[in-house]
């Protein structure tokens, strides 16, 4: 292909890719350097202050418990899944998909009328008299990670899925038929097998949670901020720009870093994987 | 027959995490009662009237149409245009431009939506109606060069290579051999593109403006102020034309497999 033809090609992607992310992001982030001297002091009041390092910690652990959960309930259903036959199994895969195309807000409004004080769960505490007083269960860390399981508990299944299709009912067989019980063929085979999914759909759940703007806005209120959250509310409540950059940059800073690590675990377990063969 | 109790219990389990608070939407949006509440009272379309005749909420449901119309539109042609050159000459430069075009999936939707905001509409100060479809052209970036590229990858090569040494000319070629067989790649495109700008918050919640608000944004601000059942009833709506758009895209691939496995004589 001849370079004119390539460049007008890719002209348009390329010149908004420029215009629309990479100049904004350097020269929204760039400032959070410099005071007036470069430094990294903005960083340091970020992380000294308690107010901003509880919000990181809290999205941190938040994130880490809901990757954990997904990956418990993810494991056994999409083995449950993978076992169907393949007109149910493919039904159920469309079926899981749906709430993944629906909107977040949508899936948030769902867990308000479920968590919410006036909500079915205090509803049918009330009705049967386990509490006199509603129980605060919405605006919690609770609600949050509720929500952000079944935000992206789709995401662990249908990639888990996909990889327990491709183990094969013989390797499963041959387990079985050596003595060993479901529950060591699941452990012993089954989750070793799963592992590169579990690695890449555990990514994508981490990543998703501590990027999430809607779900903690909905189910965590002002008082259990994420990082999205404190990111928005520092821009455009109180147009702090060099708080906002310094937020921006460590949430591109995990979203990245998670990645790296995500390739570094991979790249290591083909080696060894290897090293078997 | 090799599965623990235990895991078909976890697996249904899950499976009614999932489904019932979506049952639940749909259910209460058609009863009576103004709050989201059980026992159910009695049927009514009262919500799905009021979703109606809120005008905020109308209003933006049709700038949340039209801007990921156009959006993905220029989305898939663009896309379209990009994955020709990138799989044509493959190299260094086409795998870091590659990288950089799904990059918008990576980086946390919250944070291009502030730098968009403080570049495009603090320091360049461009309309926000532009913005919007500039920031949601960003969005669905990543979706229309994926997948694309890996449909153009897959098509035979010497499909093409034979209607040139057919003497047919080399736009006249892309248009009646290649493009043809992009078709499924570029409808699944333009849905996910599609599904993906219209659902997007970070990005519009930045860029909104008096007039220009988007439905998702829209939608949680109606929450804030009032907590009935209208937006039950707007998530039933949105969910039948998510129903619909994924029943369009199955039928469109599947249309295609039936014609390719036809031409193959099976």
Redesign the interface.
Known sequence: MKTSRYVVLLGPFVILAMVCLMIPLFITILPSFFTPGFSFSYYTDFFTDSFSRNILIRSLRLSLITTVICIVIGLPASYYISLMKENRRRIILSLILFPLLTNAVVRGFAWISILGKNGLINQLLQCLGLVDEPVKLLYTDFAIVVGSVYLFLPVMLSTLTSVMEGIGEDVIEAAYSLGAPPVATFFKVIVPLSFSGVLVAGVLVFAGTISAYTTPTLLGGNQNMMLATLLYQQSNTLSNWTNSAVIAFIMILISLGVMKIFNLIAATVDKRAEGHV | M???R???I??W???A???L??I??VV?SFNSAD????PLEGFSLQWFVKVFRSRSLVQSLKNSLVLALVSSTIGIV??L??S???V??PGKISTI?LS??L??S???????G???????VV?LQLPLNLALI??H??VV?PYS?RIICASLKDIDESLEEAALTLGCPPSRAFMKVVLPNLRPAMISAFMLSF?NS??N??VS??LKGPGMNTL?YA??NH?EYN?DPT??AL?VM??GL??V??IAM?WSMSAQRLKSKAAQGE
């Open positions: 090799y599965k623990h235990l895991v078909t976890v697996a389990l899950c499976f995490f999932i489904f608070p979506l639940l939407i209460t709050s989201i509440s059980l663009f896309g245009l990009s020709i050159a990138l044509k000459r431009l950089i075009f990059s918008p990576l980086i946390p939707g919250i944070v291009i502030y730098v968009l905001f403080h570049f495009l320091s500039l920031g052209l960003l970036m060069v599904i219209f659902n918050i970070p919640m930045y998702p939608m949680m929450i907590y937006v039950s998530s949105l969910m998510t129903l758009l994924m199955d």
